[in-house]
């Protein structure tokens, strides 16, 4: 008769006695194999949701300006933590100008690391819109 392959467990790999169809050694491996499992995806939604909500508050809390534009360089976004890699939408203009939001607040590339810092308030359900080229 062929010698069995031990079984080890999923989570930690230790031996498994028992049953021939067990895959975990107790209740506790079994939970957080699981657990890791099923988080990878939750942790990679929740990371990419914070970067978009970092990079809103970072540009509205530099976008200081009374009618809601304002000029800044692009260092001063990045040491407050801004992050180009992530966004929510971009708009280009019939001028063919791109502006690229994070929800209502948005930039539009100058040139030379200078970037326009705007607001679209029509996304907010307010009057007011992006100034059209």
């Not at 498994?16 to 050694?25: H, L, P, V, Y």
């Amino acid at each position: 008769m062929p010698a069995l392959a031990e079984k080890v467990c999923l989570e930690c790999g230790e031996k498994i006695a028992g049953r021939t169809d067990k895959r975990f050694c107790s209740d506790a491996c079994r939970n957080l194999y699981h657990y890791h499992t099923n988080n990878a995806p939750i942790n990679y939604v929740r990371n990419v949701v914070n970067a978009l909500k970092r990079n809103r508050r970072v540009l509205s809390e530099l976008n200081t300006g009374p009618d809601g534009k304002t000029k800044v360089h692009r260092e001063k976004l990045l040491e407050r933590g801004y992050s180009f890699l992530y966004h929510t939408n971009t708009h280009r203009t019939k001028a063919g100008n791109t502006y690229v939001f994070c929800f209502e607040q948005g930039y539009l590339e100058l040139g030379e690391n200078w970037f326009m810092l705007v607001r679209r308030d029509e996304y907010l359900g307010r009057a007011g819109d992006l100034k059209k080229d």
